[in-house]
Each structure stands twice: as structure tokens, then as C-alpha cells.
């Protein structure tokens, strides 16, 4: 598969949605516009509306056998994945670098992050692109499923989680349509020495 990149650019003036997908393979494109829908008719400024403002977007991805989600809006882009320039006396869940028009964007294998298993990676994995407390790093995941709304009062607390995942990056669980959805904090899913170290291996 050809490797390329998705742009999501979410225009929200409060009735109205878009998104802009270019620059990727035929198959993909398609799967990625089914994931990333949302509504592109104008609706008149009424209950619906207000009911759709109490909710929120998320990007549902999938990391081993676990369904996470994380903000829509912090999802700046989504890419095949692509080469990685390895970057010798790292964390071990940093895979590398990887240019991004011009800028170097560390990589995170968020299985090795959660102290899952390492599984080689397939046309299905993809790199989601966010901002961690103003670092820039690529998220490598198994796959991304879809975009889900949700409220925050169906989002669960959950005091007591797995020992994989730092309890602090958890905001909660939530389910929809029947599945366990876990809903990851992005700007605690580094801690600040971890920021640091990333930081300086990009010099």
C-alpha cells in the first residue's frame, strides 16, 4: 500500500461540520471517510443542536485487544504508517522519528507504552498525530475504527484500572453499542520526564 496522509480539518461554527480527507490511497480514503463522518447539512439552531453541543467526539482506535478513544479535536492527523528513522538510546516505546513536511516528530508505539506485547506492523497500522503539553509526537496504534459521540456522563470513572495503563492518562470507560470504549487523557499519556527526554533527543 502507498503510503499517505489524511488531513482532518474539523470547521465547527456551532450548526455545521466538515471534513477534508486528500492525499492517501483509493481503499483508504474510503475507509477513512466512513470513520470520520459527521453531519455536512446546516441544522437550524434548536434542542437538537443544543443536545449535540452537551456531547463530544471521539477518535476510537484500537491498541491490542482494547478499544481507546481520545478528543476528535486533538486527533490533528491520521497516516499510514511510514518509514521510521530509528533514534539510538531512547525510551524503549519511542520507535524513532519520522519527518513531517519538514518536521521531526517523535514516534510512540502505544502498545509498548501500555506494556503490551510488540507486534509487527501492517497495513492496518496507522500513526495519529497529537499534541502532548505542546510536543508534537506520532501515536502508532493497530488500527482506527471510527468517531463516536458521547457525553461526559456517560463516561465512567474508573478509580481502579489495569496495571498496563498509568491510571493518571484514564479519564474513563464508557460503553457504546455493547463495547468497552476507554477514554485516554492525551496530555497525561507522557509524564513530564518522559516530555523532557523526548525533547532532547530532538535537540
Do not use: W
Not at 471521539?58 to 485487544?65: A, K, P, Q
Not at 513531517?100 to 502498545?111: A, E, Q, S, T, Y
Not at 471510527?146 to 460503553?175: K, W
Amino acid at each position: 500500500m502507498i503510503a499517505g496522509i489524511i488531513f482532518l480539518q474539523y470547521y465547527i461554527t456551532g450548526n455545521y461540520a466538515a471534513i477534508i480527507c486528500c492525499c492517501v490511497t483509493r481503499e483508504y480514503r474510503a475507509q477513512i471517510l466512513k470513520i470520520f463522518k459527521v453531519g455536512a447539512m446546516p441544522v437550524s439552531v434548536n434542542n437538537q443542536t443544543q443536545s449535540r453541543d452537551a456531547q463530544g467526539q471521539y477518535v476510537t482506535f484500537r491498541i491490542g485487544d482494547e478499544t481507546y478513544g481520545i478528543d476528535v479535536g486533538r486527533a490533528q492527523e491520521v497516516l499510514n504508517m511510514t518509514g521510521i528513522t530509528r533514534v539510538p538510546n531512547t525510551m524503549p516505546f519511542m520507535k524513532g522519528v519520522m519527518d513531517l513536511r519538514g518536521k521531526i516528530v517523535p514516534l510512540v508505539d502505544m502498545r509498548i507504552k501500555f506494556s503490551l506485547p510488540e507486534k509487527d506492523y501492517d497495513k492496518s497500522t496507522v500513526i495519529i498525530i497529537v499534541q502532548v503539553r505542546g510536543l508534537i509526537i506520532g501515536m502508532i496504534v493497530d488500527s482506527v475504527s471510527d468517531v463516536i459521540n458521547m457525553t461526559s456522563a456517560e463516561i465512567q470513572n474508573t478509580p481502579h484500572f489495569t496495571r498496563e495503563i498509568e491510571r493518571d492518562s484514564v479519564v474513563g470507560i464508557s460503553r457504546v453499542n455493547g463495547e468497552l470504549i476507554i477514554v485516554l487523557d492525551v496530555d497525561s499519556i507522557l509524564t513530564e520526564q518522559e516530555i523532557a527526554q523526548i525533547g532532547e533527543t530532538r535537540g
